[in-house]
C-alpha cells in the first residue's frame, strides 16, 4: 500500500513489527482525526497491506461504524484490491455492529443496554475470530479494524463499556499474535466533550502507536491536504521507531508522505 509510512514506522514488508528475536508482536495502532483531515486512508491502508501479504495465512475483520460495505469495496478497487474477490475467498469479513442482529441503545443512559451491547459485539467478533484458528490452523493472522469506533458513543455506549470493548479485543488479539487498529474521531473543536476525551485519552494509554490525522498548522497549502503525526504509544518497545511529523497529499489512487516542510519530494 504506502511504503513510505511503512518505512516511517520501521515495519517489515510482511508483517507489522518483529521482536528482536525475530518473532511477531502483537500490536495495538490507535488512529485519530478530525472534521477538517479524515483518517479513513489509513484504514484503508491497514486492510489492503493485511491483504496483500500471504492469503493462506492473512485475514481482515473489519468493524464498519463509519461506512457501508459497498464504500469499502468501492474505495479497494481504487486502491488496487478487490474486497469483493477476498470476500468470496473469506480472507475479508465485514461487520456491521449498528446492524439489527446486534440491538443497539439508541442515545440511551441505560447502564445495563450499553453493557450487553458492547458483549454482544465481542462475542460476535470472538466467535468469528476464533472458529477460523480452529478450522485453518494455529497459522492464520488476524487484522481486526474498528472504524470509526468514536460512533458507539453517538450511538449510546457508555465510555467505559467502548474501553471495555476495546480492551478485550486487545487481549484476543495478543492471544492470537494479530494486530488491532482503532479510529477514533478526535477534533480539536471538540475538547469540551468529556467523553470524548477521555475514550481517546484512554485508548492512548493502551496503545502500541499513535497516528494523528489533523489539518495543517499553517492552514491550506497547495499540494498538501494534512499532516500525519507518528507517535510511540505507551506499550511500545521497538527503540528503531522515531516519532515524526508528515506531510501528506491524496491524489484519486493514492497518498503520497514527505517529510514535514519537503512536500515538494515524495519519501
Known amino acids: 500500500m504506502y511504503p513510505a509510512l511503512d518505512s516511517a514506522l520501521n515495519w517489515s514488508i510482511n508483517q507489522l513489527q518483529t521482536s528482536s528475536s ?17 483518517g ?69 443512559t441505560d447502564p445495563k443496554a450499553s453493557q450487553t451491547f458492547v458483549q454482544s459485539l465481542y462475542k460476535t467478533i470472538a466467535t468469528k475470530l476464533l472458529d477460523t484458528r480452529a478450522t485453518e490452523g494455529y497459522a492464520i493472522s ?3 479494524i474498528f472504524d470509526d469506533i468514536s460512533l458507539l458513543l453517538y450511538s449510546g455506549i457508555a465510555v467505559q463499556d467502548v474501553l471495555w470493548l476495546v480492551g478485550a479485543c486487545r487481549a484476543l488479539i495478543i492471544n492470537l499474535r494479530g494486530h488491532l487498529v482503532v479510529l477514533s474521531h478526535a477534533d480539536v473543536t471538540t ?33 498538501v491536504t494534512g499532516q500525519l503525526s507518528l507517535m510511540k504509544g505507551p506499550l511500545l518497545d521497538d527503540p528503531n521507531f522515531h516519532p515524526q511529523v508528515l506531510h501528506y497529499t491524496i491524489t484519486d489512487s493514492c497518498v503520497q508522505f514527505s517529510a514535514k516542510g519537503y512536500s515538494g519530494g515524495v519519501l
Open 22 to 38: 525475530g518473532s511477531p508482536h502483537s500490536r495495538f495502532i490507535l488512529l485519530t482525526d478530525e472534521l477538517s483531515a479524515d
Open 40 to 108: 479513513s486512508f489509513l484504514i484503508h491502508h491497514f486492510i489492503g497491506r493485511q491483504l496483500k501479504k500471504d492469503v493462506t495465512q492473512s485475514r481482515v475483520l473489519l468493524v464498519g461504524l463509519a461506512q457501508s460495505q459497498d464504500h469499502y469495496l468501492n474505495v479497494g478497487k481504487k486502491l488496487g484490491y478487490n474486497l469483493t474477490t477476498s470476500s468470496r475467498a473469506s480472507t475479508f469479513h465485514f461487520l456491521d455492529p449498528l446492524s439489527p442482529t446486534i440491538p443497539v441503545p439508541s442515545h440511551t
Open 142 to 144: 488476524w487484522s481486526l
Open 191 to 223: 475538547t469540551e466533550d468529556v467523553e470524548q476525551t477521555a475514550l481517546n485519552r484512554s485508548l492512548g494509554h493502551m496503545s502500541d502507536y499513535m497516528l494523528e490525522v489533523r489539518s495543517l498548522e499553517s492552514g491550506v497549502t497547495h499540494g
